[in-house]
């Protein structure tokens, strides 16, 4: 079973910064794509970014040439790096695992708020 980990949520200003982590632990195997998907007050969960280990990523297209996802597979960890935040950017983050066995496991959420 895999378990993930979130943190790096909070307020900030528009046109601000600030980095998600989403730690991984359990029996993760070799093939995965982990990522961050949102969900705000009346939306449905949607695709932010993921990131295979290879570091094969996808993005959403709002979020491109602004987000940037990673990976440190030693320490079995996925960030996104948000830069220039807009208020349409607020949402719950929830960080995701696919594995091979192509179950879906989801975090727990972390707010992002973006306001002045």
């Known amino acids: 079973q895999v378990q993930l980990v979130e943190s790096g949520g909070g307020l900030v200003q528009p046109g601000g910064s600030l980095r998600l982590s989403c730690l991984a632990s359990?029996?993760?195997?070799?093939?995965?794509?982990m990522g961050w998907y949102r969900q705000g007050p009346e939306n449905a969960r949607d695709l932010v970014a993921t990131?295979?280990?290879?570091?094969?990523?996808n993005y959403a297209e709002s979020v491109k040439g602004r987000f940037t996802i990673s990976i440190d597979n030693a320490k079995n960890t996925v960030y996104l790096q948000m830069n220039t935040l807009k208020p349409e950017d607020t949402a719950v983050y929830y960080c995701t695992f696919l594995g091979e066995d192509g179950r879906r496991i989801w975090g727990q959420g972390t707010q992002v708020t973006v306001s002045s």
């Open positions: 359990g029996s993760i195997g070799r093939f995965f794509v």
């Open positions: 990131t295979t280990r290879r570091s094969i990523t």
